[in-house]
Protein backbone atom coordinates (compact mmCIF):
# COMPACT_ATOMS: atom_id res chain seq x y z
CA UNK A 1 0.00 0.00 0.00
CA UNK A 2 1.16 3.50 -1.06
CA UNK A 3 1.42 6.08 1.82
CA UNK A 4 -0.10 8.81 0.04
CA UNK A 5 1.54 11.60 2.44
CA UNK A 6 4.43 10.55 1.54
CA UNK A 7 4.07 10.23 -1.85
CA UNK A 8 4.34 14.17 -2.30
CA UNK A 9 1.67 14.03 -4.83
CA UNK A 10 -2.00 15.49 -4.19
CA UNK A 11 -4.76 13.53 -5.98
CA UNK A 12 -4.64 16.20 -9.36
CA UNK A 13 -0.89 15.88 -9.77
CA UNK A 14 -1.23 11.88 -9.09
CA UNK A 15 -3.67 11.27 -11.75
CA UNK A 16 -1.89 13.25 -14.32
CA UNK A 17 0.90 11.39 -13.51
CA UNK A 18 -0.98 8.43 -13.96
CA UNK A 19 -0.09 7.53 -10.95
CA UNK A 20 -3.53 4.49 -10.08
CA UNK A 21 -1.48 3.49 -6.86
CA UNK A 22 -0.97 7.13 -5.04
CA UNK A 23 -4.34 8.40 -6.45
CA UNK A 24 -5.88 5.19 -4.82
CA UNK A 25 -4.42 5.31 -1.39
CA UNK A 26 -5.60 9.36 -1.32
CA UNK A 27 -9.29 8.15 -2.26
CA UNK A 28 -8.98 5.18 0.00
CA UNK A 29 -8.09 7.60 2.75
CA UNK A 30 -10.99 9.83 2.23
CA UNK A 31 -10.60 11.93 -0.57
CA UNK A 32 -13.28 12.27 -3.01
CA UNK A 33 -12.60 11.31 -7.29
CA UNK A 34 -14.75 14.47 -8.06
CA UNK A 35 -12.89 16.47 -5.32
CA UNK A 36 -11.68 19.99 -7.28
CA UNK A 37 -8.45 21.60 -7.42
CA UNK A 38 -8.12 25.46 -7.23
CA UNK A 39 -8.83 25.73 -11.00
CA UNK A 40 -11.71 23.15 -10.21
CA UNK A 41 -9.95 20.41 -12.19
CA UNK A 42 -11.15 17.08 -11.03
CA UNK A 43 -8.89 13.89 -10.75
CA UNK A 44 -11.03 12.50 -13.78
CA UNK A 45 -10.23 15.99 -16.07
CA UNK A 46 -6.32 14.74 -15.07
CA UNK A 47 -6.77 11.94 -16.04
CA UNK A 48 -8.45 12.14 -18.96
CA UNK A 49 -6.23 14.79 -20.39
CA UNK A 50 -3.01 12.58 -19.78
CA UNK A 51 -5.11 9.46 -21.41
CA UNK A 52 -4.47 7.13 -18.77
CA UNK A 53 -7.12 4.59 -19.35
CA UNK A 54 -6.79 1.78 -16.48
CA UNK A 55 -6.72 5.01 -13.96
CA UNK A 56 -10.02 6.57 -15.25
CA UNK A 57 -12.30 3.50 -15.04
CA UNK A 58 -10.60 3.14 -11.99
CA UNK A 59 -12.01 6.30 -10.81
CA UNK A 60 -14.92 6.08 -12.67
CA UNK A 61 -15.58 2.64 -10.69
CA UNK A 62 -15.28 4.70 -7.16
CA UNK A 63 -17.92 7.42 -8.20
CA UNK A 64 -15.91 9.57 -10.29
CA UNK A 65 -18.03 11.28 -12.37
CA UNK A 66 -17.18 11.62 -16.28
CA UNK A 67 -19.48 14.62 -17.23
CA UNK A 68 -18.28 17.02 -13.75
CA UNK A 69 -17.99 20.61 -15.50
CA UNK A 70 -15.25 22.60 -14.23
CA UNK A 71 -16.05 26.06 -13.66
CA UNK A 72 -16.19 26.97 -17.05
CA UNK A 73 -18.58 23.78 -17.95
CA UNK A 74 -15.91 21.89 -19.31
CA UNK A 75 -16.38 18.14 -18.89
CA UNK A 76 -13.01 15.87 -18.77
CA UNK A 77 -13.79 15.80 -22.65
CA UNK A 78 -13.02 18.93 -23.17
CA UNK A 79 -9.30 17.95 -22.44
CA UNK A 80 -8.69 15.25 -24.30
CA UNK A 81 -6.06 15.40 -27.04
CA UNK A 82 -5.88 12.18 -29.19
CA UNK A 83 -8.98 10.35 -31.01
CA UNK A 84 -8.29 7.02 -29.03
CA UNK A 85 -9.13 9.20 -25.78
CA UNK A 86 -12.00 10.68 -27.14
CA UNK A 87 -13.65 7.68 -27.91
CA UNK A 88 -12.79 6.05 -24.98
CA UNK A 89 -14.53 8.85 -23.09
CA UNK A 90 -17.70 8.47 -25.07
CA UNK A 91 -17.60 4.78 -24.78
CA UNK A 92 -17.42 5.21 -21.22
CA UNK A 93 -20.78 7.66 -21.00
CA UNK A 94 -18.81 11.30 -21.74
CA UNK A 95 -21.35 12.78 -23.37
CA UNK A 96 -20.34 14.87 -26.34
CA UNK A 97 -22.96 17.02 -27.06
CA UNK A 98 -22.33 19.05 -23.46
CA UNK A 99 -21.92 22.59 -23.79
CA UNK A 100 -19.74 24.90 -21.81
CA UNK A 101 -20.14 28.00 -19.98
CA UNK A 102 -19.31 29.51 -23.38
CA UNK A 103 -22.17 27.42 -25.63
CA UNK A 104 -19.40 25.55 -27.16
CA UNK A 105 -19.47 21.30 -27.12
CA UNK A 106 -16.06 19.67 -27.19
CA UNK A 107 -15.90 19.48 -30.43
CA UNK A 108 -16.45 23.64 -31.06
CA UNK A 109 -13.68 23.85 -28.09
CA UNK A 110 -11.11 22.07 -29.37
CA UNK A 111 -11.40 22.50 -33.53
CA UNK A 112 -8.26 24.76 -33.49
CA UNK A 113 -6.03 22.16 -31.89
CA UNK A 114 -6.94 19.07 -32.90
CA UNK A 115 -9.50 19.10 -35.78
CA UNK A 116 -9.56 15.35 -36.22
CA UNK A 117 -10.89 14.80 -32.60
CA UNK A 118 -13.18 17.19 -33.46
CA UNK A 119 -14.51 15.77 -36.29
CA UNK A 120 -14.93 12.35 -34.60
CA UNK A 121 -16.90 14.04 -32.03
CA UNK A 122 -19.22 15.57 -34.25
CA UNK A 123 -20.07 12.17 -35.72
CA UNK A 124 -20.80 10.58 -32.34
CA UNK A 125 -23.04 13.77 -31.19
CA UNK A 126 -24.93 13.20 -34.91
CA UNK A 127 -23.72 16.54 -35.91
CA UNK A 128 -21.37 14.96 -38.69
CA UNK A 129 -18.48 17.66 -40.18
CA UNK A 130 -18.51 21.01 -40.13
CA UNK A 131 -18.39 23.17 -43.18
CA UNK A 132 -14.86 24.27 -42.34
CA UNK A 133 -13.90 20.78 -41.84
CA UNK A 134 -15.35 20.10 -45.36
CA UNK A 135 -14.16 22.91 -47.40
CA UNK A 136 -10.53 22.23 -45.93
CA UNK A 137 -10.57 18.19 -46.66
CA UNK A 138 -12.37 18.74 -50.42
CA UNK A 139 -9.63 21.44 -51.01
CA UNK A 140 -6.64 19.29 -49.83
CA UNK A 141 -7.94 16.25 -51.77
CA UNK A 142 -8.55 18.16 -54.75
CA UNK A 143 -4.82 19.70 -54.83
CA UNK A 144 -3.76 15.83 -53.69
CA UNK A 145 -5.74 14.66 -56.94
CA UNK A 146 -4.55 17.55 -59.11
CA UNK A 147 -0.66 17.15 -58.67
CA UNK A 148 -0.89 13.03 -58.20
CA UNK A 149 -2.50 13.44 -62.34
CA UNK A 150 -0.36 15.64 -63.68
CA UNK A 151 2.49 12.99 -62.27
CA UNK A 152 1.00 10.42 -63.85
CA UNK A 153 0.53 12.07 -66.86
CA UNK A 154 4.40 13.37 -66.97
CA UNK A 155 5.50 9.54 -66.11
CA UNK A 156 2.99 7.72 -68.78
CA UNK A 157 4.38 10.62 -71.71
CA UNK A 158 7.74 9.62 -70.60
CA UNK A 159 7.07 6.18 -70.55
CA UNK A 160 4.59 5.80 -73.77
CA UNK A 161 2.02 4.12 -72.04
CA UNK A 162 -1.71 4.79 -72.15
CA UNK A 163 -2.05 6.80 -68.54
CA UNK A 164 -6.24 6.03 -67.92
CA UNK A 165 -6.35 2.69 -66.11
CA UNK A 166 -3.60 4.44 -63.48
CA UNK A 167 -5.85 7.74 -63.32
CA UNK A 168 -9.13 5.77 -63.16
CA UNK A 169 -7.15 4.00 -59.77
CA UNK A 170 -6.16 7.65 -58.58
CA UNK A 171 -10.42 8.73 -58.73
CA UNK A 172 -11.73 5.76 -57.17
CA UNK A 173 -9.31 5.92 -54.32
CA UNK A 174 -10.36 9.60 -53.94
CA UNK A 175 -14.11 8.74 -54.03
CA UNK A 176 -13.65 6.23 -51.73
CA UNK A 177 -12.05 8.68 -49.35
CA UNK A 178 -14.84 11.16 -49.48
CA UNK A 179 -17.27 8.53 -48.89
CA UNK A 180 -15.66 7.17 -46.00
CA UNK A 181 -14.62 10.70 -44.43
CA UNK A 182 -17.80 11.41 -42.52
CA UNK A 183 -17.21 8.11 -40.46
CA UNK A 184 -13.57 8.42 -39.84
CA UNK A 185 -14.74 9.10 -36.29
CA UNK A 186 -15.58 5.32 -36.52
CA UNK A 187 -12.06 4.63 -36.84
CA UNK A 188 -10.18 7.34 -36.15
CA UNK A 189 -6.39 7.28 -36.64
CA UNK A 190 -4.19 4.48 -35.42
CA UNK A 191 -0.97 4.75 -33.68
CA UNK A 192 -1.45 8.69 -32.18
CA UNK A 193 1.48 9.63 -30.22
CA UNK A 194 0.81 10.50 -26.45
CA UNK A 195 1.54 14.24 -25.35
CA UNK A 196 4.04 14.16 -23.03
CA UNK A 197 3.52 14.02 -19.27
CA UNK A 198 5.50 17.21 -18.46
CA UNK A 199 2.99 19.71 -20.52
CA UNK A 200 3.35 22.57 -18.29
CA UNK A 201 0.31 24.26 -19.76
CA UNK A 202 -2.06 21.40 -18.03
CA UNK A 203 0.06 20.87 -15.42
CA UNK A 204 -0.73 24.20 -13.88
CA UNK A 205 -3.91 24.03 -13.70
CA UNK A 206 -3.41 20.52 -12.03
CA UNK A 207 -1.17 21.83 -8.95
CA UNK A 208 -2.59 23.16 -5.84
Known sequence: MVNASSAGKNIWVA????DIDCVRALIEEGMS??????????????AASYHHFPLLSY???VGGDINLPDSDGDTPLFTVESVDAARW????GADPAWRNDEGLTPAD???????EISTFLRVQD????????????TSTQ?????????????QSQADGVDPEERLREVVERAVREGLSYGQMGSRGPEGEDAQADGDEKKRTRMDE
Open 59 to 61: LIS
Open 89 to 92: MVEH
Open 142 to 154: TSSLLEESRRIML
Open 33 to 46: PNAKDANSYTPVHA
Open 109 to 115: AIEDDHP
Open 15 to 18: ASDG
Open 126 to 137: GAGPSALDVDAF
